[in-house]
């Protein structure tokens, strides 16, 4: 076996300088590591259209969903005009300690703005070197005006990559 691997050597040495690069790419590809990371690393919340219990519901009236940046310089529509959702997922910030959110939703003439509070913690979760930084969140608190938003409640406190469970169950007020 050993003489094999030399004369092999020997004849790599003194082959031609493709076969060399050809050999010694072939090295380099299999020593590359194979680690998936996310596609997507931003983590949403999910929220749930109950009728007051964990029943989903239906949202007849339209929604939008905006928050302001810290500074308070820009707004950023998260949500714009949502019709007939039995759920909806927004974005969760990995930048401060509380979200504020602005739901507006109307129905025909009828408009309701509530402001909705969400406290965190920002847990920063590691993939691997090769992987770009992502937060995880553990929620801590949330509260609500109560304009349109008759109810407001958490779920699942953890926030992660897993788009399956609501994180809030909520409802709103019936406007006829």
Not at 118 to 129: L, M, N, R
Not at 149 to 169: C, E, Q
Request: hydrophobic share 40%.
């Amino acid at each position: 076996m050993i003489r094999f691997v030399r004369s092999a050597c020997r004849r790599l040495w003194h082959s031609p300088l493709s076969t060399k690069f050809f050999v010694l790419g072939l090295l380099l590809l299999s020593a590359c590591s194979s680690i998936e990371c996310p596609v997507q690393n931003t983590v949403y919340t999910v929220y749930k259209i109950t009728d007051g219990s964990e029943v989903v519901d239906t949202l007849k009236d339209t929604i939008s969903v905006w928050s302001v940046r810290n500074n308070g310089t820009d707004t950023l529509f998260l949500y714009n005009r949502g019709t007939a959702l039995t759920s909806f997922n927004l974005p969760i910030s990995y930048s401060c300690p509380e979200d504020t959110l602005f739901f507006l939703l109307w129905k025909g003439s009828f408009a309701s703005l509530d402001t909705v509070w969400i406290k965190k913690e920002d847990i920063p979760h590691f993939e691997s070197v090769d992987c770009n930084a992502s937060f995880f969140h553990e929620i801590t608190a949330v509260r609500t005006t109560h304009h349109g938003i008759d109810t407001l409640i958490i779920n699942k406190r953890t926030v992660d990559y897993d788009p399956r469970t609501a994180h809030f169950y909520i409802r709103f007020k019936a406007h006829d």
